[in-house]
C-alpha cells in the first residue's frame, strides 16, 4: 500500500534551517507529482510547495518562495523540502502529498520555531 513517511521535524530558532524528508513507497514515484503542506494549530492545511514528477518543474505560494525549496530523488523514493530563514509563523506540522486516483498523506512532522 502507498505509505508517506515524513522525517526532520523539531525545534529551531527563528532564522534557522531544517531539511524535512518523505520516504515514499508502494506506487511508482516517479511517475507522480508530489507537493508538501502544512497546518498551523488552529488554521486550515496549507499548499507549502509542489515538485513534478521528473523534479523539472516546482511551484510555491508567495509566502514560501525564496525561503522554502522542494526537491526530490526518485532513485531514493523521496521528496525533500529544504526551509531556511525560518519564521515562528512557520511552525506546524509539515505533510508529504501524493495524489493519484487518490490521495495520500504522511503522518506529518512537527516543526517549531521559537527562541
Known amino acids: 500500500q502507498v505509505q508517506l513517511v515524513e522525517s526532520g521535524g523539531g525545534l529551531v530558532q527563528p532564522g534557522g534551517s531544517l531539511r524535512l524528508s518523505c520516504a515514499a513507497s508502494?506506487?511508482?514515484?516517479?511517475?507522480?507529482?508530489m507537493r508538501w503542506y502544512r497546518q498551523a494549530p488552529g488554521k486550515e492545511r496549507e499548499l507549502v510547495a509542489g515538485?513534478?514528477?521528473?523534479?523539472?518543474?516546482?511551484n510555491y505560494p508567495g509566502s514560501m518562495k525564496g525561503r522554502f525549496t522542494i526537491s526530490r530523488d526518485n532513485a531514493k523514493n523521496t521528496v525533500y523540502l529544504q526551509m531556511k530563514s525560518l519564521l515562528p509563523e512557520d511552525t506546524a506540522v509539515y505533510y508529504c502529498n501524493a495524489r493519484m486516483v487518490s490521495e495520500y498523506w504522511g503522518q506529518g512532522t512537527q516543526v517549531t520555531v521559537s527562541s
Open positions: 515538485i513534478s514528477s521528473t523534479g523539472g518543474s516546482t
Open positions: 508502494g506506487f511508482p514515484f516517479s511517475r507522480y507529482p
